[in-house]
C-alpha cells in the first residue's frame, strides 16, 4: 500500500490550484488561508484528543514542528495565494516553484549530507524541462504582463518555504505523530498568516457554495490528506525523492483543469508530461 503514496500525494496536492481557483473568488487569500488553518486546527486537535494521540515530550520538538509549518504552509501558501490573486498566472507560479527540485538537491547535499548522484541531477534537470514545456503556452501568453516582476515576489518566498521547510523537517523532525504534529504546524501558521491578514488585508468573506466546498476541499484533502502524506513521504524517504514528485505537480494539474475546466492541452504540453515523468523516474530510481 505504502508504494502508492507518492502517486496518491501527487494527486491530492495537485488539485491545490483547482481548490484556490473555486474559492479565491470569495475571499482574500490570507483570509482564505486563515479560515483553512482555523478548521483545520479544531479537526485535527478534535482527532488528537479523542485518540489520546502523543504530544512530543520537548520544547525543543514544538519548536521544530511549529518551524517547518510556518515554512511549508504560511510561507509557501502564502506565497502562492497571494501571487495568484495578483494576477500571477497559475502556470508561471508552477514554473517558479518547480525550482524546488534542484534547490533541495543542492541543500540535501550541503546540509543533510545525502549524496545525488549524476543520475538523479539528469533526473531533475529533465524534469524542470518537462514543466517548462507544459506551461510555456501559458508563459509565453503573459510575458507582457504589467508588473510581473512584483507578481513573482511572493511565489519566490513561497519557493524559498517550501525548499526550506522539506529539509528543515528531514533534518530536525522527521518523524512525529500525524494528528498532534498537524496541530502544532498549524498553530503558529494561523498566527503568522492572521497577523499578516489584519494588516493587508479587509478580512471579508462572500459565503456562497462554490466557496464552502473549495474551503472544505482544501482543508480535507489537502491540508490533512496531503499534508499528512507529505510528512510520511519526509520521515521514509530522501529529501531528492520528495522533493522530486513537486516536478509531477503542473502536468497533474493540467489533466484536471482539462478534464474540470475543459483548458487547452497542447502537443508541447503533452510532450513536456512524458519528460517529466521520466525525469522524475530516473531522480527517483
Avoid at 9 to 33: C, D, K, N, Q
Avoid at 188 to 210: D, I, K, Y
Wanted: net charge positive.
Amino acid at each position: 500500500m505504502t508504494r502508492f503514496y507518492p502517486l496518491l500525494f501527487v494527486l491530492l496536492w495537485s488539485t491545490g490550484f483547482i481548490g484556490a481557483r473555486y474559492g479565491m473568488p470569495y475571499a482574500e487569500p490570507l483570509s482564505f488561508l486563515c479560515l483553512r488553518y482555523m478548521l483545520v486546527i479544531l479537526l485535527m486537535g478534535g482527532v488528537a484528543l479523542a485518540s489520546r494521540a502523543p504530544w512530543p515530550q520537548t520544547p525543543r520538538q514544538f519548536l521544530h514542528i511549529g518551524v517547518t509549518g510556518l515554512l511549508v504552509h504560511g510561507v509557501y501558501l502564502g506565497g502562492v495565494f497571494v501571487a495568484i490573486s495578483h494576477g500571477l498566472p497559475a502556470g508561471i507560479a508552477a514554473l517558479v516553484v518547480g525550482l524546488q527540485p534542484l534547490l533541495t538537491a543542492l541543500g540535501a547535499g550541503l546540509l543533510l549530507g545525502e549524496k545525488v548522484r549524476p543520475r538523479q541531477w539528469a533526473g531533475l534537470v529533465l524534469g524542470l524541462a518537462g514543466v517548462a514545456l507544459v506551461v510555456s503556452n501559458k508563459v509565453a501568453g503573459t510575458a507582457g504582463t504589467p508588473q510581473l516582476t512584483a507578481m513573482l515576489t511572493p511565489v519566490l518566498l513561497a519557493l524559498v518555504g517550501i525548499t526550506a521547510g522539506t529539509l528543515y523537517q528531514k533534518r530536525f523532525c522527521p518523524a512525529f505523530d500525524l494528528r498532534t504534529g498537524s496541530v502544532i504546524q498549524f498553530v503558529p501558521t494561523l498566527l503568522a498568516t492572521g497577523l499578516v491578514a489584519t494588516q493587508t488585508e479587509a478580512l471579508a468573506v462572500t459565503w456562497s457554495g462554490h466557496f464552502v466546498f473549495a474551503l472544505l476541499w482544501l482543508v480535507l484533502v489537502l491540508s490533512v490528506g496531503a499534508v499528512s502524506l507529505l510528512n510520511l513521504l519526509i520521515r521514509s524517504g530522501s529529501a531528492v525523492n520528495v522533493a522530486s514528485l513537486f516536478y509531477l505537480t503542473p502536468p497533474t494539474t493540467a489533466l484536471i483543469a482539462w478534464a474540470v475546466f475543459g483548458e487547452t492541452l497542447t502537443g508541447l504540453a503533452l510532450a513536456g508530461m512524458g519528460v517529466t515523468v521520466f525525469g522524475v523516474w530516473l531522480a527517483r530510481k
